[in-house]
């Protein structure tokens, strides 16, 4: 318990669930010659609707997934951005990585409800149920895996605009005390598959990663 | 009314008001009597320093205040829900200081504490680090954390304590073994069981305060259990508390349900023997005032009477109503002893029982030297009641009903039983050769038996304290001083000691108070090496040459180190609250202007400690006193202490018993004959235990004492009634009271027998049977001669 004290772990919980979650989980998608018969192109279903719950099921249709990724990350501390590169993981059923190569080696993971950091930062492992309002989130997060439309509506406020082909999502969460660091995460895509993954803190901090395929 | 008669009257009404006089007192004295039921029995009335270090500790420290709880049977996914909602309902009670469950709910006060207090708490704060070259390093990391994915949520956190102090006070607390977590709550090693650690507010002596807060915790894990729908799940429950509440229950119970068994069966004997209730009744008179004046009078030496002195009262009553029994049957009889032969008989006896227990007065176990005044008083008050009160309460004219046929039946038996005075000796030489045979393993040398608490919840409590990760305190450093600050500086530099000890391999680790609480000048010399706020900004700018990291932003820093100088020491108060204080306090007591500082000590796997030398390494601070205390060896040495002491006692006590008779008897010939049934009751009653496997403790020896000083009574009887003195005629009913009184002696130890204390059980089994066999062998061979007792049963059949 005592490695769980090594960062506030509060911040620290919901900015793993966030990471995490909002990279891996919806990063990439099956090629769609590898997709079962029935599920041809990520576009236009047969009623022509694309909506929320035709993108989440699109995303939830992926299996495992591994995706390289590249992030610039805008920190008013520091007189430049930073630059980073590296390689999210899914690795079902609940395994989650996002695994940070460059400019310092840094593992993200959420695994079930345990969620762990080794790098710059420190080192800690913690369980999401000791964290309400981060478990919301990642809840909400998992949502978008799961399909699950109500539950991700219960955590954020999901506005989704733009088709199937050139799709943007904005999430900002509902928890208040969610809403004190972070203020909003903005998602785009193409069908099933994620391009863009743009998370604004309170603070005016930000990173903008962008999914490599 | 004659001149006479008046004045027989005045005085039996002075005789009387004393008599109520003396009642009412001792009822305002035992009103005003607090009768606690606590280990303070077992502790050392003069203890040495050292023992005084461990009594405060022990009776004050916040380990009195402990409760290991496990919660068992929950299927693994409701584990972690159970354990949040019940510490969430006792957190909501106020009878609980801290509940600790693993919860970072409940660090949510350390962690905000720890990081305020940096710079006073870390052992990382010196000049050198607040030099550029560190805080160049240090800065260094701050950048690559500030740009990782975690840093961009702790940047705050980050910038505040770029040096990383926290981390490193973190580092330096973690216990050496926290229990394994499960969903964020504490489980078992197993992760069976869900595991938590509780505080009573109440302290170790209110065990009012802890008896309520065990009735908290049954009834919010009632509750828990019934919302959560687990009807299987059930809690184990250790800890100081648990034992004490639960052993005054057993102390409370036995009183209750033994004093309630010993009178019924006394006046059941009674009640056969004389069918009369006024007979009853005036034997009530002696009983009721010498426990009356026992426990005033315990209560007048010691301030208090313990329970186990109350049900230890039980024999009292037993051995009260001996005199009165005399007393009624010589008055039965047509022809009574004389008085002045009975009196005098009974006096011998009487000293004689106050010789064994007087023996004990000068025990140093308080639970002897409470049960010693108690017995003297309460035997003192019986025999003057017995004496003066009685006969003024029996009405004139009126006789308890004649033991003359018990008597001439007991005779028969007896004449028909002397033809085992044979057998009997070779028994007891049997049973001599066994005792010999087997004198190494005749005492239990460990105080653990002793201990009220039963073998089954010593196991529980261990199991619990391993799962729960609690430091296995048996050889420590004590470190005692005037005031907080000096226990803490004093452990300080013992720690320092010791850590060098650690280092060379010597000693496995150690968790010192000083550690996790610096003393007040540590602290103020980590504040004095902190910079001021410009010296700090000019070294900043030069530490971040290079980096691409805005000054501005480490501003927080600046505020928090430039606020840190300026702070008072952190003291123990200032952790109210916190898991933090919780470990301290556990270490840290204060008690009678004395602070007692503990370092509990782990060996190094295969290094044996030795606790001589290691005193030897140590450093002798100023102003406090330092000792290594194996806790083991210590309590073993303050029980064997008792148990020499009272096998001197006991033979004192003997010796004073013997010297008696000898004065009173003024012959060696009759002294032995007295003698020897004791002698042999007691190698019976140690054979028997030795041959049943029971280890024979420090009771059993006050037990075998009290054999001889009580059995001493009948062999004097015995012997008087064999040498005529007592009667000419044997059907004087002697017989019949000797059986009778003894038969109540037996029954008011015998009953002890079956208490759930195992002090008085084994003080109760040894009296119970030797008092009877002192009397049968008394019987046997220093009895009436067969002629005489035949004689005896032809008057007994004709009257």
Redesign the interface.
Known sequence: ??S??????R??A???AV?ALAGSGMAGTVPAAAAPAGRTAPAVDAQGQWDLARLLREVAAQDNRRRRFVER?F??????P?D?RGELRFIAPARLE?R?AS??A?V?ALDG?QLS?D????RAT??L???PEAAALVEGLRAILAGDSATLERVFVATLAGGAADWHLRLVPRDPRALR?LSEIRVSGRGGELDLVETD?TDG?R?VMRILR | MTRAAAAAYGSRRAILAAWLVLLGVCAVIIAHTPFPTDMSVFLPQRPTPRQQLLVDHLAHGVASRLLLVSIDAVPAERRADFSRALAGALRRDGHFRSIVNGELEALRADQALLFERRYQLSPGVSAERFEVPALHAALERTVAALGSSAGLFGKEWLLRDPTGETLRLLDALRADQAPRLHDGVWVSADGEHVMLLLETAAPGTDLDGQEAALQVLEHGFRQVREELGVPAAMMRVSGPARFAVESREAIRGDVARLSVLGIGLIFGLLGWAFRSLRALALALVPIGSAVAVATAAVALGFGSVHGLTLAFGTTLIGESVDYALYHLVRMASPEPVPARAFWATIRLGVLTSVAGFVALLFSGFPGLAQLSVFSIAGLLTAVTVTRFVLPVLTPAGWHPRDLGPLDARLARLLSAARRLRRPAAVLVAVALAVAVSRHGHLWDDDIASLNPVSKAAQQLDEELRAALGAPDARLMVVIAAETQATALQGAEQVGAALREQVRQGRLGGFESPADLLPPPALQRARQAALPDADALRRRLQAAAQGLPLRLASLEPFVADVQAARARAPLTLADLEGTQLGVRVRSMLSTHGGRTTAVIALRAAPGVPLDPDALARSLPAPEGASVAVVDLKAETDRLYAGYLREAVALSLAGAAAVVALLALALRSAAAVLEVCLPLAGAVVLVVAGFAATGHALNLLHLVGLLLVVAIGSNYSLFMHGLRRGVLSRVPSSGTLASLALADATTMTGFGVLAFSGVPLLAALGTTVGAGCALALVLSALWIGPRAGAAAEGSRRGGAG
């Open positions: 318990m005592d769980a004290r090594r960062l506030p772990e911040r620290l919901i900015a793993l990471l990350r920190v008013a501390a520091l007189d430049t930073v980073a996002k940070t400019p310092h840094e993200l409800d950091v790098g710059p930062a420190g913690m369980s149920r000791q964290v660091l803190q901090d990173s």
